[in-house]
């Protein structure tokens, strides 16, 4: 199973990094899997260390995906981290193994540090939508036209029936995004 979350991660010269990414957890560690080149993996490398966060504020997702890199954050309990300023839980992790491999290595950390911060609300389509579309997004260059349409055409029910205010300004950023690559902009890596 994957849970999408937002990985939060810093720098040795302190820059904090933020990126949507899947994990799983397998015999009580935590799975990281980014694909090279990664920042994320850079910074879990050099460092060791590694917060999850589990967030329903889906502009984070979209905002990572459309170059809005530069969400609140705080200092982490345990580790020399940071997490999300709001979540609605995080773990703190430390680096116990890694899995080389040329294009996807895979991060195993041992959760040092949990913490929730605010109950599940419930599920919301929109913000499931949400997710959907950054995911398509992170594959403009690879996916077809008419697939990306057909699949923003079926998520956009319930965007128009379900979402609130922030789910609208998530989604869009996307669809600004992906005006944007058609209309030939630079996809730079985001
Ligand atoms: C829901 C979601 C899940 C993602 N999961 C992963 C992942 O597991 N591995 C990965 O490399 N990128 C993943 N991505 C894409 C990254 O967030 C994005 O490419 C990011 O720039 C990662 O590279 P970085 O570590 O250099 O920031 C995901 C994106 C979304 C929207």
Not at 106 to 131: K, M, S, W, Y
Request: proline share 5%; charged share 25%.
């Amino acid at each position: 199973m994957i849970w999408e979350t937002v990985v939060t991660t810093r720098a040795p010269d302190g820059r904090v990094h933020i990126a949507p990414m899947g994990i799983r957890i397998e015999g009580g560690r935590v799975v990281l899997a980014p694909f090279r080149p990664s920042t994320t993996l850079d910074n879990v490398l050099a460092t060791g260390v590694a917060t999850v966060n589990m967030t329903d504020d889906v502009r984070i997702f979209a905002g990572c995906l459309t170059g809005r890199h530069d969400w609140p954050t705080v200092a982490c309990e345990r580790i020399a981290c940071v997490r999300l300023a709001d979540p609605l839980a995080h773990r703190e992790l430390k680096l116990a193994r890694v899995e080389d491999d040329a294009t996807r290595p895979r991060l195993l950390c041992d959760i040092v540090f949990e913490r929730t911060h605010r109950p599940f609300a419930g599920f919301n389509r929109a913000q499931a939508a949400v997710v959907e579309a950054a995911i398509l997004v992170s594959r403009l260059e690879m996916l077809p036209a008419d697939k990306i349409d057909a699949e923003l055409a079926y998520l956009t029910i319930a965007i128009e029936k379900t979402a609130g205010p922030a789910e609208r300004e998530a989604w869009s950023w996307l669809t600004a995004r992906i005006a944007q690559f058609r209309g030939g902009g630079r996809q730079e890596k985001i």
